[in-house]
Structures are given as structure tokens and as C-alpha cells.
């Protein structure tokens, strides 16, 4: 079992800027972030995969939010610039099990706050 232990969040203004950090205790084959706001479901927020580096953005964060990663030390970071108070959610770090698999460990998730 591959345990994702978060660093990061906390409150911040409008148009302000967050870093998120993930570490998993094992291998990964690629990492991602999601969000959960209040009273909606579970978004993907932005992914990368290990093979190739590609990496997915949600239209929302597009330009906004920077994922980055370490395949061999198998950490995310997800950088939040330009925050706004839509981007309110817990957080949270996730890893695929296998190359084409779905995200199959998850973390404890990380509190986001952005006032206006």
C-alpha cells in the first residue's frame, strides 16, 4: 500500500499564490491533484505522468496552476498562482497504481481557502 502524505494550503486573498506538495511512500506511475468544494463532487485538477512527463489541466486552472514532479523521488507539487475564491476545496494528492491505470491512493487531503 502506497501512503501520499500533503504539505501545504492554508488561507490566503484573492490573487494570491499556494504550493502543495505531495510525497508517496512508494512507486508511482504518475500523480495528480483533485478538489472537493463544498457541496460538489471531486474534480481533477491537474495530473502528470511519469512516462513522458505529459501533464493535464483543468480548463478552470489553465494558466494559472503549475504541476511538477519527481519520478524518482515520486513527489508532486502543484503551484496556485492567481488564487480566487472559486478555488476554495480540500485538496487532494493522488497516484496511479500502473501506467494506464486509474488513481488508485489517495491523501488525507489539504485545506484551500482563498477570500475575497
Known amino acids: 500500500q502506497v501512503r501520499l502524505v500533503e504539505s501545504g494550503g492554508g488561507l490566503v486573498q484573492a490573487g494570491g499564490s499556494l504550493r502543495l506538495s505531495c510525497a508517496a511512500s512508494?512507486?508511482?506511475?504518475?500523480m495528480g491533484w483533485f478538489r472537493q468544494a463544498p457541496g460538489k463532487g471531486r474534480e481533477s485538477v491537474a495530473s502528470?505522468?511519469?512516462?513522458?512527463?505529459?501533464?493535464y489541466y483543468a480548463d478552470s486552472v489553465k494558466g494559472r496552476f503549475i504541476i511538477s514532479g519527481d519520478n524518482s523521488k515520486n513527489t508532486v507539487i502543484l503551484q496556485m498562482n492567481s488564487l480566487k475564491p472559486e478555488d476554495t476545496a480540500v485538496y487532494y494528492c493522488?497516484?496511479?497504481?500502473?501506467?494506464?491505470?486509474?488513481?488508485?491512493?489517495w491523501g488525507q487531503g489539504t485545506q484551500v481557502t482563498v477570500s475575497s
Open positions: 493522488a497516484a496511479r497504481g500502473t501506467e494506464a491505470g486509474s488513481f488508485k491512493y
Open positions: 512508494g512507486r508511482t506511475f504518475g
Open positions: 502528470i505522468g511519469w512516462s513522458g512527463g505529459n501533464t
